[in-house]
């Protein structure tokens, strides 16, 4: 056994505890772009963890439009950070000055990637709760659904529902596996992405 024996759990440990935190990040700024109500014991968990990080952070990136874009310029600093790691770690095929040029770069493939995944999730679990009819009151169904009516009300008011179903869950699934496929693609292969 050698050092690559190391080498998978290592990479999954840095992708696991990365990719937990820029998605507390990249929540953060939906939850503000929507509105979400920051009493739901949900957004107080997200404010806290992600707190220590964004107020420094605000004191150099400026809100604009009532929007906070500490939280999305963090999720992209540790985006960019974690592709560091890995790349030194794996090995991949660019010198060490070409990695730290173009990892800002491959960052934004990635993170648009969890933005879409989190909505795809978000909806598949706002589906499966509408099957089972849960507590409207209940703080993750109320933000649960601040966070997809954004995408799903243009749908809804095109199409109605058809014999008391809403297809505008499935409607949008399919849009952002869409957009998905058709975007990330050519990002990746523009910012020279080994990932």
Known sequence: ????????????????LFGLYITLLILRFILQWV??????????????????????AR???PGWGGTDFASLVMAWVFQ??????????????????????????????ELLDLLISLFLFALLIRVLLSWLNPDPYNPAVGLLTRLTNPLLLPVQRRVRPIAGVDLSPMIV????ILLE???????????????
């Open 35 to 56: 509105r979400a109500d920051f009493y739901n014991p949900i957004s107080q968990f997200i404010v806290r963890f992600t707190t220590p990080v964004l107020r420094p």
């Open 173 to 176: 699934m399919i849009m952002l």
């Open 80 to 109: 960019t950070v974690e592709l560091i790691v890995l790349a030194l770690l794996l090995g991949v095929n660019y010198s060490m000055p070409q990695i730290f040029i173009l990892s800002p770069l491959w960052a934004i493939p």
């Open 59 to 61: 004191r150099i990136i």
């Open 181 to 195: 496929m058709l975007l990330l693609p050519p990002l990746r292969f523009f910012t020279a992405s080994p990932f």
């Open 1 to 16: 056994m050698g050092a690559s024996y190391l080498l998978n759990p290592i990479s999954f440990l840095i992708k696991t």
